[in-house]
């Protein structure tokens, strides 16, 4: 199956580019594909099973900013966007240093505008999200590490002079 087939991820493919957008096929095999595009400033895409047109899944992955040197931020910045919004759900891949944020919800109507836009949407509010709830997390980080160092000086009497 290809791209100029009447298949689901050429149905997507196509209403994406009458859209305005430039979309790719990327094939993994007859059942699966991506159609990658680009929209509020965003790569996503979605994946798409030929078997199953009413599963509509959109997805990111980003690179974790490089101040992240400690993947319990990053996870407990992912679950407190999972925990805020509807459908979203991030993966953080610490080996590969990305982060997936993806939609995934059945729909009545494949390819309806609405939810598609709406996920796209909640993407774009999640990728905001992530990025702003990781650097608190670093932050909350360096506080806790900052306290534990202070209160051990403390504790052994190296910080005698800070009393």
Same mark, same amino acid.
């Given at each position: 199956?290809?791209?100029?087939?009447?298949? #689901?991820?050429?149905?997507?493919?196509?209403?994406? =580019?009458?859209?305005?957008?430039?979309?790719?096929?990327?094939?993994?095999?007859? =059942?699966?594909?991506?159609?990658? @595009? =680009?929209?509020?400033? #965003?790569? #996503?895409?979605?994946?798409?099973?030929?078997? %199953?047109?009413? @599963?509509?899944?959109? *997805?990111?992955?980003? %690179?974790?900013?490089?101040?992240?040197?400690?993947? #319990?931020?990053?996870? =407990?910045?992912?679950?407190?966007?999972?925990?805020?919004?509807?459908?979203?759900?991030?993966?953080? %891949?610490?080996?590969?240093?990305?982060?997936?944020?993806?939609?995934?919800?059945?729909? +009545?109507?494949?390819?309806?505008? %609405?939810?598609?836009?709406?996920?796209?949407?909640?993407?774009?509010? *999640? @990728?905001?999200?992530?990025?702003?709830?990781?650097?608190?997390?670093?932050?909350? +980080?360096?506080?806790?590490?900052?306290?534990?160092?202070?209160?051990?000086?403390?504790? +052994?009497?190296?910080?005698?002079?800070?009393?």
């Amino acid at each position: 199956m290809n791209d100029t087939e009447n298949s #689901l991820r050429a149905t997507i493919a196509a209403w994406l =580019r009458d859209q305005g957008h430039q979309a790719t096929v990327e094939p993994s095999d007859e =059942r699966y594909a991506h159609v990658t @595009f =680009r929209a509020r400033g #965003l790569n #996503l895409y979605v994946h798409t099973d030929e078997t %199953d047109p009413l @599963f509509l899944f959109i *997805a990111l992955v980003t %690179d974790l900013p490089d101040d992240v040197t400690d993947e #319990l931020p990053a996870l =407990r910045a992912a679950a407190a966007i999972e925990s805020q919004l509807k459908v979203v759900k991030v993966a953080v %891949d610490w080996e590969a240093r990305t982060t997936t944020i993806a939609t995934e919800q059945f729909v +009545s109507t494949p390819g309806g505008p %609405d939810v598609f836009w709406r996920s796209v949407g909640s993407l774009a509010n *999640a @990728f905001h999200l992530f990025d702003q709830a990781v650097r608190e997390q670093i932050g909350l +980080s360096a506080a806790t590490e900052f306290t534990q160092q202070l209160e051990a000086e403390l504790a +052994s009497g190296n910080g005698e002079g800070t009393r």
